[in-house]
Every structure is written in C-alpha cells, then in structure tokens.
C-alpha cells in the first residue's frame, strides 16, 4: 500500500501559477503510476494529469493541457503538478491518486488517493 498526502493549494488570482506536491510513503514509489485529479463544487472528480512509473511518459485532459505539467522524483517519493495560467475554472479541490497495474493505469482507474488540496482562483 501507499499512503498520498497533497500540498501546496491556496488562492491565487487568475493568470498566476502554483505547485501542488504529492508526497508519498513507502519505498516503493518507482512502482506506481501516478495521477492528478480535480473536482469542482457541485461537480464530479475528473481527470488532469496523469506520469508513468519513470517519468517519461504523460498525459493531461485538454482543459489543462499546455498550461500544467507533471512530474516526479522518485528518489523523493514525489509527484508534482505544476499549474500555469491559472483560470477560475481551475478551482477545485485537487487529489493525487497512485496506481500499481498498468491496466488499470490506462483506463484511468487508480486504487489509492490523497485527503486532497484546495485550489481556488480568483478573478
């Protein structure tokens, strides 16, 4: 198992950036495959972003593609997501989500998730 515990939220006006992190336990995190997810009030969770186990591979929802990227260190058992032009659609609490099968990887289905950050932009 893993354990997920996300920082770095907070209110930004709309334009700004911020950096969310995702730190993990266990030391086994080279393991997982690693997401960004967001759900917005009165909203379902969607998908952001999502990082193969090394690193060289993502995928982001076009809502935020060109404007986020994520990363990771694995030596550091942490995923980031780093959040560019901000916009007020944007605003949502934002979960970090890890996933072992590679299978279950492509269909977007992840086993452990993070209490979540809130992000909030202003306009």
């Known amino acids: 198992q893993v354990q997920l515990v996300e920082s770095g939220g907070g209110l930004v006006q709309a334009g700004g950036s911020l950096r969310l992190s995702c730190a993990a336990s266990g030391r086994t995190f080279s393991t997982y495959y690693m997401g960004w997810f967001r759900q917005a009030p009165g909203k379902e969770r969607e998908f952001a972003a999502r990082?193969?186990?090394?690193?060289?591979?993502?995928d982001y929802a076009d809502s935020v593609k060109g404007r986020f990227t994520i990363s990771r260190d694995n030596a550091k058992a942490t995923v980031f997501l780093q959040m560019n032009s901000l916009k007020p659609e944007d605003t949502a609490v934002y979960y970090c989500?890890?996933?072992?099968?590679?299978?279950?990887?492509?269909?977007?289905?992840?086993?452990?998730w993070g209490q979540g950050t809130q992000v909030t932009v202003s306009s």
């Open positions: 989500a890890a996933v072992q099968s590679f299978g279950r990887y492509l269909k977007n289905e992840f086993d452990y």
């Open positions: 990082i193969n186990w090394s690193g060289g591979s993502t």
